[in-house]
């Protein structure tokens, strides 16, 4: 009987380390994704709105396109296409824009999570955040 036990113990400890790993990627994709974006930008698309707690942010990009980055829904979307598998899910997502100093800073701000949250074994969630600067303002 302990072998059968441990032998599901040992299943449930792997996915909980699937999901952590899932989870991982996934955040520092995004993240990377959305930081070099925004330390690139040519500007904020309406620094006039810049706030603490924003679901989403409009950059110009250097070649003059625009790129909206958004946390409405369940996702993490760049111009609404998702950056995150769909099944992951968001929480506690945020854009922080300051722009009383030159150049405007962003906190970039979330978590995401996997599986069941009232099985342990299986859940796993993990919280990103960064601080970037636009480089050329």
Do not use: H, W
């Not at 974006?37 to 500007?43: D, F, G, L, S, V």
């Not at 506690?92 to 962003?106: K, L, M, Q, R, V």
């Not at 949250?117 to 299986?122: E, H």
């Not at 990103?128 to 600067?133: A, D, L, M, P, Y």
Request: glycine content about 6%.
């Amino acid at each position: 009987v302990s072998a059968i036990g441990l032998f599901f113990s040992t299943l449930k400890s792997e996915k909980k380390a699937k999901g952590t790993t899932v989870i991982k990627q996934s955040g520092f994709y995004a993240l990377k994704i959305m930081s070099s974006m925004i330390r690139n930008a040519k500007e904020i698309t309406d620094t006039y709105s810049c706030s603490s707690g924003m679901s989403s942010i409009e950059i110009t990009n250097p070649d003059g396109g625009q790129t909206v980055f958004d946390f409405s829904g369940d996702t993490i979307a760049s111009n609404s296409s998702s950056l995150i598998s769909s099944d992951i899910d968001v929480s506690g997502a945020s854009f922080d824009c300051d722009n009383t100093e030159t150049p405007p800073t962003i906190t970039i701000e979330f978590t995401l999570s996997k599986g069941d949250v009232s099985d342990p074994a299986s859940f796993a969630s993990e919280s990103f955040r960064n601080t970037v600067s636009l480089r050329t303002y």
